[in-house]
């Protein structure tokens, strides 16, 4: 299996613009995940889905922030519109929800970093 | 509120001498405590899962206790090579809360050769 898949890896965008991040969890995943990683916060849960359903949202930090999963194999992490602040790296991971959430193990893909210029 | 507190923040180790740093979780409700390991550009890599007091994890040179009692896991590595450099981040949930997992900040390991 290719893992989670990314992408972009790289975004550089200027403040305004409207940012879409990239997530294919691994085949058979029930959970995904979105993260972001800062160095004054670490690494936060911004959004998780189950069976493409958006189960809880209240990491994602304001309403520039949204998430869609519209099936099994791709999610979106969309940023409009963007800010400086929002710079940070994003992780996907997926987890198969075999066991019980948080208490499996989550496979994270490569992140994307952004710079909101 | 939950907070996940790593320390040390960083560590020097020499390559060959083992080590151990620390993650303090809060004790009441615990569920699950997840380690993982983190080497620069590259995404983070799960080392063990443990949910009941007492347990013991091993992995390689690699190893983990837990107490949740007392609120706090273990990470030990036995005789540090040079590829064990990397953050090593630890995770907990709580059983009350709305599902959420809360991560540290992280030990970044960095072994000298």
């Known amino acids: 299996d290719a893992g989670v898949i990314q992408s972009p890896r790289h975004e550089v965008t200027e403040m305004g613009q409207e940012v879409t991040l990239r997530c294919k969890p691994i085949s058979g995943h029930d959970y995904l995940f979105w993260y972001r990683q800062t160095m004054m916060r670490g690494l936060e849960l911004l959004i998780y889905f189950n069976n493409n359903v958006p189960i809880d949202d209240s990491g994602m930090p304001e309403d520039r922030f949204s998430a869609k999963m519209p099936n099994a194999s791709f999610s979106t992490l969309k940023i409009q519109p963007s800010e400086p602040r929002d710079s940070a790296v994003y992780f996907c991971a997926s987890s198969l929800g075999q066991g019980v959430l948080f208490a499996d193990t989550q496979y994270f893909g490569p992140g994307t970093r952004l710079t909101v210029l | ?113």
């Open chain 2, 1 to 113: 509120i939950l907070n996940v507190e790593q320390s040390p923040q960083s560590l020097h180790v020499q390559e060959g001498d083992s080590t151990n740093f620390t993650c303090s979780f809060p004790s009441s409700n615990f569920y699950a405590l997840h380690w993982y390991r983190w080497e620069t550009a590259k995404s983070p890599e799960a080392l063990f899962v443990m949910t009941l007091n007492g347990d013991e994890k091993k992995k390689g040179r690699i190893s983990a206790t837990l107490n949740t009692k007392e609120g706090y896991s273990y990470l030990y590595i036995k005789g540090s090579q040079p590829e064990d450099s990397a953050t090593y981040l630890c995770a907990s949930t709580l059983t009350n809360r709305d599902d959420k997992i809360i991560f540290g900040k992280g030990t970044r390991l960095h072994i000298l050769p």
